[in-house]
Protein backbone atom coordinates (compact mmCIF):
# COMPACT_ATOMS: atom_id res chain seq x y z
CA UNK A 1 0.00 0.00 0.00
CA UNK A 2 1.56 3.30 -1.22
CA UNK A 3 2.17 6.20 1.80
CA UNK A 4 -0.64 8.55 0.04
CA UNK A 5 -3.42 5.73 0.30
CA UNK A 6 -1.85 5.34 4.29
CA UNK A 7 -1.69 9.06 5.02
CA UNK A 8 -4.78 10.49 6.71
CA UNK A 9 -7.17 12.60 5.00
CA UNK A 10 -7.36 16.38 5.25
CA UNK A 11 -10.89 15.94 6.62
CA UNK A 12 -9.38 13.97 9.25
CA UNK A 13 -6.79 16.28 10.09
CA UNK A 14 -8.80 19.43 10.48
CA UNK A 15 -10.85 17.39 12.75
CA UNK A 16 -8.40 16.53 14.79
CA UNK A 17 -7.19 19.95 14.78
CA UNK A 18 -10.62 20.94 16.01
CA UNK A 19 -10.77 18.23 18.89
CA UNK A 20 -7.15 19.44 20.06
CA UNK A 21 -7.77 23.04 20.43
CA UNK A 22 -11.81 22.65 20.95
CA UNK A 23 -11.78 25.02 23.96
CA UNK A 24 -10.78 27.96 21.61
CA UNK A 25 -13.25 26.85 19.42
CA UNK A 26 -16.24 25.81 21.42
CA UNK A 27 -15.26 29.62 22.90
CA UNK A 28 -15.26 31.49 19.44
CA UNK A 29 -18.12 29.62 18.31
CA UNK A 30 -20.07 30.60 21.51
CA UNK A 31 -19.09 34.41 20.72
CA UNK A 32 -20.38 34.10 17.36
CA UNK A 33 -23.46 32.74 18.09
CA UNK A 34 -23.94 35.39 21.28
CA UNK A 35 -23.35 38.26 18.75
CA UNK A 36 -25.63 37.25 16.45
CA UNK A 37 -28.60 36.83 18.56
CA UNK A 38 -27.76 39.71 21.12
CA UNK A 39 -27.60 42.80 19.47
CA UNK A 40 -24.55 44.97 20.55
CA UNK A 41 -23.17 41.95 22.38
CA UNK A 42 -19.62 43.66 22.12
CA UNK A 43 -20.52 46.85 23.62
CA UNK A 44 -18.47 47.77 26.16
CA UNK A 45 -21.06 48.05 28.67
CA UNK A 46 -22.15 43.90 27.83
CA UNK A 47 -18.19 43.07 27.79
CA UNK A 48 -17.97 44.85 30.62
CA UNK A 49 -20.85 42.90 32.29
CA UNK A 50 -19.32 39.74 31.24
CA UNK A 51 -15.98 40.40 32.55
CA UNK A 52 -17.25 41.01 36.01
CA UNK A 53 -19.33 38.27 36.09
CA UNK A 54 -15.66 36.01 35.68
CA UNK A 55 -13.68 38.08 38.35
CA UNK A 56 -15.44 36.33 41.68
CA UNK A 57 -15.97 32.86 39.72
CA UNK A 58 -12.69 32.97 37.86
CA UNK A 59 -10.54 33.01 41.52
CA UNK A 60 -12.13 29.93 42.71
CA UNK A 61 -11.79 28.51 39.46
CA UNK A 62 -7.86 29.60 39.92
CA UNK A 63 -7.58 27.67 43.36
CA UNK A 64 -9.62 24.74 41.94
CA UNK A 65 -7.28 24.43 38.68
CA UNK A 66 -4.42 23.48 40.85
CA UNK A 67 -6.80 21.45 43.26
CA UNK A 68 -7.66 19.66 40.05
CA UNK A 69 -4.37 19.29 38.40
CA UNK A 70 -3.03 17.73 41.78
CA UNK A 71 -5.70 15.05 41.47
CA UNK A 72 -7.94 16.09 44.01
CA UNK A 73 -11.58 17.85 44.77
CA UNK A 74 -12.66 20.68 46.92
CA UNK A 75 -16.28 21.59 47.20
CA UNK A 76 -15.96 24.11 50.31
CA UNK A 77 -15.12 27.08 48.45
CA UNK A 78 -18.32 28.36 47.90
CA UNK A 79 -18.80 27.94 51.74
CA UNK A 80 -15.82 29.72 52.53
CA UNK A 81 -16.20 32.90 50.34
CA UNK A 82 -19.53 33.00 51.86
CA UNK A 83 -17.11 33.00 55.55
CA UNK A 84 -14.41 35.07 54.38
CA UNK A 85 -16.91 38.16 53.17
CA UNK A 86 -18.74 37.89 56.46
CA UNK A 87 -15.51 38.37 57.65
CA UNK A 88 -14.06 40.92 55.89
CA UNK A 89 -17.54 43.07 56.17
CA UNK A 90 -18.99 42.31 59.63
CA UNK A 91 -15.78 43.27 61.52
CA UNK A 92 -15.39 46.26 60.16
CA UNK A 93 -16.96 48.16 62.49
CA UNK A 94 -14.55 46.38 65.47
CA UNK A 95 -11.32 46.73 63.32
CA UNK A 96 -11.53 48.84 60.04
CA UNK A 97 -11.70 47.82 56.72
CA UNK A 98 -8.09 46.94 55.91
CA UNK A 99 -7.66 44.45 58.85
CA UNK A 100 -10.86 43.45 58.54
CA UNK A 101 -10.58 42.30 54.74
CA UNK A 102 -6.97 40.80 55.48
CA UNK A 103 -8.84 38.63 58.48
CA UNK A 104 -11.07 37.56 55.53
CA UNK A 105 -8.31 36.26 53.77
CA UNK A 106 -6.64 35.03 56.60
CA UNK A 107 -9.99 33.16 57.17
CA UNK A 108 -9.92 31.57 53.71
CA UNK A 109 -5.83 30.29 54.30
CA UNK A 110 -7.20 28.62 57.74
CA UNK A 111 -10.24 26.68 56.30
CA UNK A 112 -7.73 25.68 52.79
CA UNK A 113 -5.78 24.01 55.65
CA UNK A 114 -8.15 22.58 57.38
CA UNK A 115 -8.93 20.77 53.95
CA UNK A 116 -5.36 20.20 53.71
CA UNK A 117 -5.17 18.43 56.96
CA UNK A 118 -8.38 16.08 56.31
CA UNK A 119 -6.50 15.01 53.26
CA UNK A 120 -3.25 14.81 53.60
CA UNK A 121 -3.29 14.22 57.43
CA UNK A 122 -6.34 12.08 57.78
CA UNK A 123 -6.33 10.44 54.26
CA UNK A 124 -10.00 10.99 53.62
CA UNK A 125 -11.12 11.04 50.45
CA UNK A 126 -11.05 14.79 48.91
CA UNK A 127 -14.59 14.69 47.77
CA UNK A 128 -15.85 13.57 51.45
CA UNK A 129 -13.52 15.42 53.45
CA UNK A 130 -14.32 18.97 51.51
CA UNK A 131 -18.31 17.96 51.78
CA UNK A 132 -18.07 17.76 55.04
CA UNK A 133 -15.93 21.03 55.29
CA UNK A 134 -18.29 23.36 53.15
CA UNK A 135 -21.29 22.07 55.55
CA UNK A 136 -19.35 22.93 58.39
CA UNK A 137 -18.42 26.30 57.02
CA UNK A 138 -21.77 26.32 55.97
CA UNK A 139 -23.36 26.73 59.03
CA UNK A 140 -21.09 28.22 61.20
CA UNK A 141 -21.67 31.35 58.33
CA UNK A 142 -25.57 30.90 59.31
CA UNK A 143 -24.45 30.36 63.42
CA UNK A 144 -22.37 34.05 63.24
CA UNK A 145 -24.73 35.98 61.44
CA UNK A 146 -28.35 34.41 62.86
CA UNK A 147 -28.81 33.38 58.69
CA UNK A 148 -29.06 37.69 58.07
CA UNK A 149 -27.06 39.15 55.93
CA UNK A 150 -24.10 41.18 57.38
CA UNK A 151 -23.50 45.12 56.24
CA UNK A 152 -20.54 47.33 56.06
CA UNK A 153 -19.86 50.80 57.70
CA UNK A 154 -19.20 52.24 54.33
CA UNK A 155 -20.83 51.40 51.38
CA UNK A 156 -18.50 53.93 49.18
CA UNK A 157 -15.21 51.89 50.17
CA UNK A 158 -15.69 49.04 47.94
CA UNK A 159 -16.20 50.80 44.78
CA UNK A 160 -13.25 50.79 43.49
CA UNK A 161 -13.35 47.53 42.60
CA UNK A 162 -16.18 47.89 40.31
CA UNK A 163 -15.54 50.78 38.38
CA UNK A 164 -14.08 50.64 34.97
CA UNK A 165 -10.27 50.66 34.88
CA UNK A 166 -8.30 51.80 31.18
CA UNK A 167 -11.44 50.76 29.14
CA UNK A 168 -14.39 48.31 30.21
CA UNK A 169 -12.48 46.32 32.78
CA UNK A 170 -12.87 46.78 36.26
CA UNK A 171 -9.96 46.87 39.10
CA UNK A 172 -11.41 43.02 40.49
CA UNK A 173 -10.99 41.73 36.85
CA UNK A 174 -7.64 42.87 36.50
CA UNK A 175 -6.69 41.28 39.69
CA UNK A 176 -8.39 37.86 38.18
CA UNK A 177 -6.00 38.24 35.04
CA UNK A 178 -3.42 38.85 36.90
CA UNK A 179 -3.31 35.78 39.12
CA UNK A 180 -4.51 33.96 36.35
CA UNK A 181 -1.25 34.73 34.21
CA UNK A 182 0.76 34.09 37.14
CA UNK A 183 -0.64 30.70 37.37
CA UNK A 184 0.29 30.25 34.17
CA UNK A 185 3.88 31.16 34.13
CA UNK A 186 4.39 29.09 37.86
CA UNK A 187 2.78 25.89 35.76
CA UNK A 188 4.54 26.10 32.96
CA UNK A 189 7.80 27.46 33.45
CA UNK A 190 8.42 26.47 37.58
CA UNK A 191 9.81 23.48 37.98
CA UNK A 192 7.42 23.29 41.44
CA UNK A 193 4.50 23.87 38.82
CA UNK A 194 5.82 20.91 36.56
CA UNK A 195 6.05 18.74 39.62
CA UNK A 196 2.81 19.77 40.26
CA UNK A 197 1.68 17.98 37.37
CA UNK A 198 3.75 14.75 38.49
CA UNK A 199 1.72 14.94 41.74
CA UNK A 200 -1.17 14.64 40.43
CA UNK A 201 -0.67 12.24 37.55
CA UNK A 202 0.38 9.60 40.16
CA UNK A 203 1.31 11.09 43.84
CA UNK A 204 3.12 7.65 44.92
CA UNK A 205 5.30 7.83 42.15
CA UNK A 206 6.44 11.78 42.58
CA UNK A 207 7.17 10.74 46.04
CA UNK A 208 9.60 7.68 45.32
CA UNK A 209 11.49 10.08 42.34
CA UNK A 210 11.83 12.70 45.57
CA UNK A 211 8.84 15.26 44.70
CA UNK A 212 7.17 16.05 48.25
CA UNK A 213 4.07 15.64 47.50
CA UNK A 214 1.98 15.71 50.51
CA UNK A 215 3.28 19.27 50.59
CA UNK A 216 2.16 19.89 47.25
CA UNK A 217 -1.43 18.64 48.00
CA UNK A 218 -1.62 20.72 51.13
CA UNK A 219 -0.50 23.89 49.53
CA UNK A 220 -3.22 23.15 47.22
CA UNK A 221 -5.51 23.38 49.25
CA UNK A 222 -4.19 26.19 50.99
CA UNK A 223 -3.90 27.76 47.83
CA UNK A 224 -7.64 27.08 46.99
CA UNK A 225 -9.12 27.87 50.12
CA UNK A 226 -7.41 31.48 50.14
CA UNK A 227 -8.28 32.17 46.52
CA UNK A 228 -11.81 31.62 47.54
CA UNK A 229 -11.18 33.96 50.75
CA UNK A 230 -10.13 36.23 48.02
CA UNK A 231 -13.08 36.02 46.07
CA UNK A 232 -15.07 36.53 48.84
CA UNK A 233 -13.43 39.41 50.60
CA UNK A 234 -13.29 41.23 46.87
CA UNK A 235 -17.25 39.96 46.47
CA UNK A 236 -18.27 41.37 50.02
CA UNK A 237 -16.25 44.55 50.11
CA UNK A 238 -17.71 45.63 46.46
CA UNK A 239 -21.03 44.75 47.57
CA UNK A 240 -20.93 45.80 50.76
CA UNK A 241 -22.56 43.03 52.34
CA UNK A 242 -22.00 39.70 53.81
CA UNK A 243 -24.26 36.83 53.28
CA UNK A 244 -24.25 33.74 54.77
CA UNK A 245 -26.02 32.51 51.61
CA UNK A 246 -23.58 33.99 48.98
CA UNK A 247 -21.49 31.26 47.06
CA UNK A 248 -24.06 28.44 46.80
CA UNK A 249 -23.91 27.02 43.76
CA UNK A 250 -20.70 28.90 42.89
CA UNK A 251 -18.28 25.64 42.38
CA UNK A 252 -20.18 23.77 40.93
CA UNK A 253 -20.31 26.27 37.96
CA UNK A 254 -16.47 26.69 38.44
CA UNK A 255 -15.60 23.25 38.55
CA UNK A 256 -17.55 23.10 34.79
CA UNK A 257 -15.34 25.96 33.79
CA UNK A 258 -12.38 24.24 35.00
CA UNK A 259 -13.15 21.19 33.11
CA UNK A 260 -14.52 22.83 30.13
CA UNK A 261 -11.17 24.19 30.02
CA UNK A 262 -9.52 21.05 29.42
CA UNK A 263 -8.40 20.19 33.19
CA UNK A 264 -8.87 16.78 34.02
CA UNK A 265 -10.70 15.68 37.43
CA UNK A 266 -8.42 12.85 37.59
CA UNK A 267 -5.53 14.73 38.11
CA UNK A 268 -2.35 15.71 36.10
CA UNK A 269 -3.42 17.31 32.60
CA UNK A 270 -4.77 20.95 33.11
CA UNK A 271 -3.68 24.99 32.37
CA UNK A 272 -4.46 28.15 33.21
CA UNK A 273 -5.34 29.49 30.33
CA UNK A 274 -7.81 26.70 29.62
CA UNK A 275 -9.25 27.96 32.83
CA UNK A 276 -9.52 31.32 31.37
CA UNK A 277 -10.92 30.02 28.41
CA UNK A 278 -13.75 27.56 29.78
CA UNK A 279 -14.99 30.76 31.93
CA UNK A 280 -14.93 33.45 29.35
CA UNK A 281 -16.91 30.57 27.45
CA UNK A 282 -19.65 30.45 30.30
CA UNK A 283 -19.89 34.08 31.15
CA UNK A 284 -20.20 34.46 27.08
CA UNK A 285 -23.07 31.68 26.93
CA UNK A 286 -24.80 33.07 30.15
CA UNK A 287 -24.79 36.94 28.98
CA UNK A 288 -26.22 35.94 25.50
CA UNK A 289 -29.00 33.67 27.27
CA UNK A 290 -29.85 35.91 29.66
CA UNK A 291 -29.95 38.36 27.32
CA UNK A 292 -32.73 36.53 25.27
CA UNK A 293 -34.65 35.99 28.70
CA UNK A 294 -33.83 32.47 28.71
CA UNK A 295 -34.69 30.41 31.65
CA UNK A 296 -32.06 30.00 34.38
CA UNK A 297 -32.84 25.79 33.95
CA UNK A 298 -32.30 25.72 30.36
CA UNK A 299 -29.04 27.69 30.76
CA UNK A 300 -28.11 25.12 32.98
CA UNK A 301 -29.04 22.36 30.24
CA UNK A 302 -27.42 24.17 27.53
CA UNK A 303 -23.73 24.32 29.71
CA UNK A 304 -24.70 20.68 30.73
CA UNK A 305 -24.35 19.66 27.02
CA UNK A 306 -21.18 21.06 26.44
CA UNK A 307 -19.87 20.10 29.32
CA UNK A 308 -20.49 16.64 28.11
CA UNK A 309 -19.32 17.13 24.78
CA UNK A 310 -15.65 18.00 25.50
CA UNK A 311 -15.44 15.19 27.96
CA UNK A 312 -16.43 13.09 25.55
CA UNK A 313 -13.77 14.84 23.30
CA UNK A 314 -11.49 14.67 25.77
CA UNK A 315 -11.76 11.05 26.72
CA UNK A 316 -11.05 10.87 22.48
CA UNK A 317 -8.11 12.52 23.03
CA UNK A 318 -6.84 11.11 26.27
CA UNK A 319 -7.17 7.41 25.40
CA UNK A 320 -4.57 6.56 28.58
CA UNK A 321 -3.31 9.18 31.23
CA UNK A 322 -0.20 10.59 29.82
CA UNK A 323 -0.89 10.59 26.60
CA UNK A 324 0.55 12.91 24.33
CA UNK A 325 -2.19 15.06 22.75
CA UNK A 326 -0.01 17.06 20.47
CA UNK A 327 -1.30 17.47 16.26
CA UNK A 328 1.15 15.23 15.17
CA UNK A 329 0.78 12.76 18.06
CA UNK A 330 -2.81 12.58 17.20
CA UNK A 331 -2.50 12.28 13.35
CA UNK A 332 -0.13 9.34 13.97
CA UNK A 333 -2.98 7.40 16.53
CA UNK A 334 -5.69 7.57 13.91
CA UNK A 335 -3.13 7.15 11.04
CA UNK A 336 -3.67 3.49 9.55
CA UNK A 337 0.14 3.37 9.20
CA UNK A 338 0.02 3.49 12.78
CA UNK A 339 -0.82 -0.32 13.06
CA UNK A 340 1.36 -1.19 10.23
CA UNK A 341 4.55 0.67 11.95
CA UNK A 342 4.11 -1.17 15.56
CA UNK A 343 4.96 -5.09 15.88
CA UNK A 344 2.12 -7.33 16.52
CA UNK A 345 2.47 -8.89 20.24
CA UNK A 346 2.75 -11.96 18.52
CA UNK A 347 6.05 -11.22 17.03
CA UNK A 348 7.81 -10.28 20.08
CA UNK A 349 10.50 -12.37 21.29
CA UNK A 350 10.20 -14.23 24.57
CA UNK A 351 13.03 -13.41 26.89
Not at 320 to 342: C, E, I, K, N
Request: aromatic share 6%; charged share 10%; net charge positive.
Amino acid sequence: MSATALAPSGWTIAFLGLVRYRVVVILIATLAIAATFVPGFFDARTLSLGADRVATMGLIAIGLTVVLIAGQLDLSGGAILALSGIASVGLQGELGQIPAALVGLGVGLLAGCVNGVLVVVLKINSLVATLASMLLFRAICHLITDSRPVSGIDPFFGIPLTQPLLGTLSTRVFIFLALILLLHVWLTRMVSGRNLFAVGSNATSAAASGIRSNWYLFGAFMFSGFMAGLAGVTFGIASNTGSPVFGDTIVLTAIAAVVIGGTRLEGGVGSALGTLGGLLTLAALTTAMEYQSIPAYVQDIVTGAILLILILLDRLTHARRGTDVSLRALVQRFSPTRDAAQPKETERTPA
